[in-house]
């Protein structure tokens, strides 16, 4: 078992993440309501991460982040 530092921020879990892969997001929205953005990250840092999905480039900031993780590629369909 490992223990922090009390005086530490704790880990941001996003920061793992790489550019180009696929997550989803679950955030608050500017009226409280919760929303996800789906897609791939085109940029992570700190205090946020941006994610393209099916409507545009989508900045959540990490102070409206609820959750998040990776997701497999999306299901590929017969044309």
Do not use: N
């Not at 009390?6 to 892969?21: I, R, T």
């Amino acid at each position: 078992m490992t223990t922090s530092d009390p005086g530490s921020p704790p880990p941001l879990p996003w920061m793992e993440w790489q550019v180009g892969e696929r997550v989803v997001v679950r955030y608050r929205d500017s009226d409280g309501m919760r929303t996800d953005a789906l897609g791939h990250l085109t940029e992570v840092a700190p205090d946020h991460v941006c994610v393209d999905t099916k409507r545009g480039v989508v900045r959540v900031e990490a102070r409206t982040m609820i959750t998040g993780k990776r997701v497999p590629p999306a299901p590929q369909w017969p044309r």
